[in-house]
Structures are given as structure tokens and as C-alpha cells.
């Protein structure tokens, strides 16, 4: 079985600048979270995607959005980047079961210059 | 709102020797806890996980931890370390009985980097 999977690796933008992330569950997952990892800040919740629909939201600015598809791939998008949005964006899918174990990806690098 | 303290930033231990990763947590309801660990340049891989029942969870790699209700901790423990444990180690909680896909969110701690010396 697949894992969880994220492209791209890596990125390199410059300020102000948008930037769209993705992101394929494990097969059968309909639950995709988006983590953003920073040696400041740690891992701090994004959203969570059910079923192509938003049902959580982390504390962040409007400018970080995301959605999911009917295939359960999801994306996220960032726009008019600024520096502080360097960071390590993880992506984990889950199964429909609430006590289901969260799968993550390796990660998309994101540098703002 | 849930928080997790991971009271170590840094623990460097020698090779074989036992290490425990302390984490604690602030909850006043039931809670699902996780530790994870994260390689170098790697996304997260889950070690163990409590949801109920036993309070003593073992885990890949040799690893355990003890939940204790009491003192709102989750512990992680290894009696031999290797060099290949060298990694970031994060504990996590959820609300098992949030709504909305609340339960589905996880809350970590700033993270443990673990250290195994020859």
C-alpha cells in the first residue's frame, strides 16, 4: 500500500509570490490534515479536509487555504508569501475511523526568499 | 484548549544506555496520546499510541510509554539506545470526542532531540 504522498519536495518562491502544495492520501483515506512545522513555532494545525469539505481550521491567516478533491487528494495554497512562511508543510491522511492512526508524508520544504 | 509540554528540548545519552522523553500533557477530558518521531529531512512515523485500556503501551523499536491519569503524563522509555534512535521525538494528543473533525486534530509538544553518543 502507498503512503502518503507530497509534491513537491521542495520549493523555492519569492515574497508575495503564491504557492499551491499537494498532497495524495493513502488509498481509501478520506481524511487529509495539513501540518506547518517551523523550529520556532513546532507543528501547528492547518485545516483538516473530510470528504472535499473543511471540517477544522487551525489559527492562521486567510492568505493559507486549502481543498480536497472527490479523490481525496488535497491541496493547499498559500498566497502573497511572506519569509515567515518558511517552513516544513506535512501533510497526514487518516481513515474514516475516529480512532484511526494519522499517516504523514515526507513533506514539502518550503523557502520564501 | 488542549496543550502538550515536552520538558526536554535536548537529551544526549550514550549508546545502550536506558533514556525517558517526558512529556505532559493539560487536559480535563479523555484524551488519545502519540508519540511520534521524525528522521532528518523526514515527515513523522508513529512509535505508539494510547487510546484506552492498559495504561503500559509498547511500540516499535523497542519503545514504551506509561500513561498516567493522575499526573496528566505519557512518558516514553527505551532501557537500550542505539545510534539509529538519534532522531526528534514529538508527543501529541486529540480529543477522541471532539466534533466537527476536532478529533481528528492533532496538538504536539515542541519536540525531544534525542542524541545517542557512541
Known amino acids: 500500500k502507498a503512503g502518503v504522498t ?79 512562511d518558511s517552513a516544513l508543510y506535512l501533510c497526514a491522511s487518516r481513515a474514516d475511523r475516529g480512532q484511526g492512526e494519522a499517516f504523514f508524508g515526507q513533506g514539502t520544504r518550503l523557502t520564501v526568499v | 484548549a488542549q496543550s502538550v509540554t515536552q520538558l526536554d528540548s535536548q537529551v544526549p545519552v550514550f549508546e545502550e544506555a536506558p533514556v525517558e522523553l517526558r512529556c505532559n500533557y493539560s487536559s480535563s477530558v479523555s484524551v488519545y496520546l502519540f508519540w511520534y518521531v521524525q528522521y532528518p529531512n523526514q515527515g513523522l512515523q508513529l512509535l505508539l499510541k494510547y487510546l484506552s485500556g492498559s495504561t503500559l503501551v509498547k511500540g516499535i ?58
Request: hydrophobic content about 25%; some cysteine; aromatic content about 14%.
Open chain 1, 6 to 84: 507530497q509534491t513537491p519536495r521542495y520549493l523555492i518562491k519569492t515574497r508575495g509570490q503564491q504557492v499551491t502544495l499537494s498532497c495524495s492520501p493513502i488509498s481509501g483515506h478520506r481524511s487529509v490534515s495539513w501540518y506547518q512545522q517551523t523550529p520556532g513555532q513546532g507543528l501547528q494545525f492547518l485545516f483538516e479536509y473530510f470528504s472535499e469539505t473543511q471540517r477544522n481550521k487551525g489559527n492562521f491567516p486567510g492568505r493559507f487555504s486549502g481543498r480536497q478533491f472527490s479523490n481525496s487528494r488535497s491541496e493547499m495554497n498559500v498566497s502573497t508569501l511572506e519569509l515567515g
Open chain 2, 61 to 118: 523499536n523497542g519503545f514504551e510509554a506509561e500513561f498516567n491519569k493522575s499526573q496528566t503524563s505519557f512518558h516514553l522509555r527505551k532501557p537500550s539506545v542505539h545510534i539509529s534512535d538519534t532522531a526528534e521525538y514529538f508527543c501529541a494528543v486529540s480529543d477522541p470526542f471532539g466534533s466537527g473533525g476536532s478529533n481528528y486534530k492533532l496538538t504536539f509538544g515542541k519536540g525531544t532531540l534525542l542524541t545517542v553518543n557512541p
